[in-house]
């Protein structure tokens, strides 16, 4: 609600005594806008005052002054409101049926009624303080795009601009290159690998086709191998939250269900689209990789160990990996992409409200890799679906489905959050194709308090207790399955539980400690109990202590203990940041590390790398990187150390990545894009770099000249090239700033930020700077000739359509008014200090570029 003028207050203030109220009470109250007019009225003796049957006035549309607009009123209230005017500034906000439904309403009058914006969420009323017919938009009658820029601004959400928001090209994309060759330098016969894939994306008018391909050179003589990875159309329905796939696409993974690749259909609803990272019940206990990779394993948030994997079906046992309650493996592949694969052991521990629901459906064939070629098994189609529903603010409800027509697999789940802790359970039932029937149950509570209150309770106890049981004929639906062989796999494992806590004692110091105990069918067991202790010594000295002991299903025991630390070091003089950070185990595996950081975000700045020692069974080696970043690609060049023989060896890697983007005709070079983009393009006459950011940035410099780089930024503007934003998040609102310091003369300030709310891999196209308008230099001066010094104002265009904004303007100390950026057209002069002078039109004729100069003076 706005409040009223303070100078109002003062007529009011008698009234509202007399009447026991008050501005507190008032607000406390909630009164509506239509209270206040009539206190209004009433402390300024206007009860009975009518108004015209016709008028003109300011429109303002959720607070926001948007021109002017006529209005036709019973005297009392507003009746209609002119239609050209008002439906051009609902656009921005409304839903696109409840649009259309207005120009229909509309379509035989010049007037929309004010009933029928009532019955579509929109209320008038005349502003009596404002002089202004206000409008007033309903948030459930907005679009999804308004609707998530009110969430994502602070303060008072309603004074939204949505002219701030930019539009995607209509037509965008962006095709992805990266090359990667490696060399084992410790066999001289093996030839270097050389891999290229290429990933793009096409959106036009939101329809995005998707597609990889990799390139394999062949070795020792053999040919090389062209495979196509996937090929799929992505629909998104924004407004109802709907995202349909077709084509090449994966089953979502719920519960103890399985994700299976399918050549189908899927439609999903989901309220986190612009989630990077993929979640997969640990249950399933596989994972898939198109190509070798280096594996970096987090159980419960630490590091455990890196291996290196070749591509096919892998499994967590293999790795080691079931010893704690979650599991993230950072998968970089020998092209240098790094992408992250998130396994809980239960469902997703979204709550739902009661009023939201998610699910998936997905119908279509298996698909599998055949010489090197995707194979569709058309003989067995599969069906896979999960539904989730909110059933109050505290407990959310699921069930679960597949089934290729012979094996099946249904479940359902359900996340409950009580004051002991957050409570996830789930239960499946499966019939294998032998018609063999099995169960399978987990349950987990998690405790995570909020780190809120004094003394302990800043640091409180965090802690997982989780149990799962399987019957011996339990089965996940298989992918491989043809149905050619009989299936003679049973499930391993009979029981899982596992428990583990964490806590900060201080602000230096944490432990954890964990325990997990398998039971097999066949009467084995496996036990891991491992604990951690972290401190910081000093000012920057951090010691970490992890160890574990585990038994495997043969019974031999197993224990190992790792010290490590890290510590970072002083900035270089150049401004680089470094650090040395080291490692042992009982194993005799050592590691010794120095990097370096870079000190800006491009070019030789951007260098950075480190060096290590590497020790193992005797054997020592020596291993080094870096990383280069440019506006249009990123490289890397590793050597790494092979110590697991008993002779040293070494091999090598480098990567070149980059990426071709185009937008509604615009294109450039740019380092991969994965999600959405903007092509930034800089104003004609740039002198100076001009740097870009995502979010606000007032652009510091270390040194006092425009040639320098801000301190911060993400992208750099070179004089006559764009450049390219290429990391900004779907479905999510982001602000764009650039560096207005370095705008050349003519340019309009306003036009060096912009706020972006990309759908699905799209695409923008900016013109920083807007379009080069004249420069004017005005003059002002009163009747007898003395400068209208230090005055403010605005200058209102005469010959623009309805709603042109005024341009305001100050002037200086000898009355002149100075504007770097104003079209050609006619023009009046508004004091806001004297409100009574009156100056003939000025009319602009200056070109874009050019300074124009006039004497203006005003008369009474």
């Known amino acids: 609600m706005k409040a009223l003028n303070p100078h109002l207050w003062l007529y009011l203030s008698p009234l509202l005594l007399a009447t026991g109220a008050s501005h507190a009470n008032i607000a406390a109250n909630g009164n509506s806008e239509e209270e206040l007019d009539a206190l209004f009225r009433e402390a300024f003796g206007k009860e009975n005052e009518q108004l015209p049957g016709e008028l003109e006035a300011d429109l303002r549309v959720n607070g926001n002054v948007q021109g002017t607009i006529l209005a036709r009123t019973n005297g009392k209230t507003i009746t209609q409101l002119q239609r050209e005017a008002l439906l051009p500034k609902l656009r921005p906000y409304l839903k696109e049926s409840l649009l259309k439904s207005l120009e229909k309403n509309a379509a035989n009058s010049g007037w929309l009624s004010a009933s029928a914006l009532e019955a579509t969420g929109i209320r008038t009323r005349y502003d009596i303080q404002e002089l202004a017919v206000a409008v007033k938009i309903d948030k459930k009658s907005m679009n999804r795009r308004m609707r998530s820029l009110l969430s994502a601004l602070p303060g008072d959400k309603q004074h939204v601009i949505p002219e701030r928001l930019a539009d995607p090209a209509k037509v965008s994309g962006y095709i992805n290159l990266s090359s990667g060759i490696s060399q084992d330098f410790s066999n001289n016969s093996t030839e270097p690998s050389l891999n290229v894939r290429a990933e ?24 090389g191998k062209l495979t196509r990875d996937y090929t799929r159309l992505v629909i998104d329905d924004a407004e109802e939250e709907h995202r349909y796939r077709i084509g090449d696409i994966s089953t979502e993974s719920r519960n103890f269900q399985g994700s299976l690749p399918l050549g189908g259909v899927q439609v999903t609803r989901d309220l986190t689209w612009a989630s990077s990272r993929e979640y997969t019940p640990q249950g399933n206990q596989r994972f898939s990789l198109s190509s070798p990779a280096e594996v970096d394993i987090y159980l419960d948030g630490r590091l455990h160990r890196s291996v290196r994997l070749q591509a096919g079906e892998h499994e967590l046992a293999e790795l080691d990996a079931l010893g704690g309650t979650s599991v993230k493996l950072r998968i970089k592949d020998d092209l240098g992409k790094i992408t992250t694969q998130e396994f809980s052991r239960f469902t997703d521990s979204r709550l739902l409200s009661p009023e939201f629901s998610r699910y998936s459906i997905s119908v279509g064939f298996p698909s599998r890799r055949e010489a090197d070629q995707l194979k569709y098994d058309t003989k067995r189609p599969v069906a896979s679906a999960y539904y989730q529903q909110g059933v109050t603010e505290n407990l959310t409800a699921g069930v679960d489905a597949q089934t290729d027509g012979k094996a099946h697999q249904v479940g359902g789940d359900i996340i409950w959050a009580t004051e002991i802790g957050n409570v996830t359970a789930g239960v499946s039932h499966s019939q294998s194709r032998n018609g063999k029937k099995g169960q399978a149950a987990r349950v987990q509570i998690s405790r995570r308090p909020d780190n809120r209150g004094e003394g302990d309770k800043q640091r409180p106890i965090q802690w997982d207790i989780a149990a799962e049981r399987f019957t011996a004929d339990y089965q996940n639906l298989n992918p491989q399955d043809d149905g050619t062989t009989a299936t003679t ?93 080291g490692s042992h185990d009982d194993k005799g595996r050592s590691q010794l590390a120095y990097r370096i950081s870079g000190k800006g975000k491009r070019g030789v700045d951007s260098l950075s790398g480190g060096v290590r020692l590497q020790s193992e069974r005797g054997n020592t080696g020596l291993g080094a990187d870096v990383r280069y970043q440019g506006e249009a690609f990123d490289a890397n060049l590793s050597i790494t150390p092979q110590l697991a023989s008993s002779k040293v060896g070494y091999s090598g890697s480098a990567n070149v990545n980059t990426a071709i983007v185009f937008a509604d005709g615009a294109v450039a070079m740019s380092r991969p894009v994965h999600d959405s983009f903007a092509i930034l393009e800089p104003p004609e006459g740039l002198e100076h770099p001009m740097a870009a950011s995502r979010g606000k940035n007032l652009f510091q410099r270390k040194e006092n000249t425009l040639d320098s780089l801000p301190e911060r930024y993400d992208a750099v503007m070179q004089p006559g090239s764009k450049v390219v934003l290429n990391n900004l998040a779907s479905y999510q609102v982001q602000h764009v700033s650039s560096d207005s310091a370095v705008l050349p003369e003519g340019f309009d300030l306003d036009a060096t930020e912009f706020d972006v709310m990309p759908d699905y891999k799209s695409g923008y196209r900016v013109k920083v700077g807007g379009e080069r308008g004249a420069m004017l230099e005005a003059h002002l001066a009163d009747a007898s000739g003395q400068p209208l010094k230090l005055q403010g104002g605005q200058l209102i265009a005469l010959d623009a359509k309805r709603g042109g904004k005024p341009i305001p303007f100050f002037t200086d100390e000898d009355g002149v008014m100075r504007l770097s950026h104003i079209r050609q057209g006619n023009y009046r002069v508004e004091l806001f200090s004297l409100p009574d002078l009156r100056n003939p039109p000025i009319r602009v004729t200056g070109k874009p570029g050019e300074t124009q100069t006039l004497d203006l003076r005003a008369t009474s």
């Not at 096409?202 to 040919?223: C, D, I, M, S």
């Not at 596992?498 to 944490?510: C, L, Q, Y």
């Not at 951690?532 to 038994?551: A, D, F, H, I, P």
């Open 200 to 223: 793009s994306a096409v959106n036009v008018h939101g329809f995005v086709l998707e597609n990889q391909h990799t390139y394999q050179h062949g070795t020792n003589g053999k040919p």
């Open 489 to 581: 796999s049973t499930q391993a494992v009979k029981q899982q539980l596992n428990a583990s806590v964490s806590k900060a004692f201080s602000d230096r110091t944490s432990g954890n400690i964990g325990v997990a105990h398998t039971t097999q069918h066949d009467g084995k067991t496996r036990t891991n109990l491992n604990a951690g202790v972290s401190t910081r010594l000093g000012k920057n000295l951090n010691v970490s202590v992890y160890g574990s002991q585990s038994r495997d299903a043969k019974g031999a025991a197993d224990m190992s203990v790792r010290v490590g630390f890290s510590m970072p070091l002083d900035t270089t003089a150049s401004g680089r940041g470094q650090s040395v950070s």
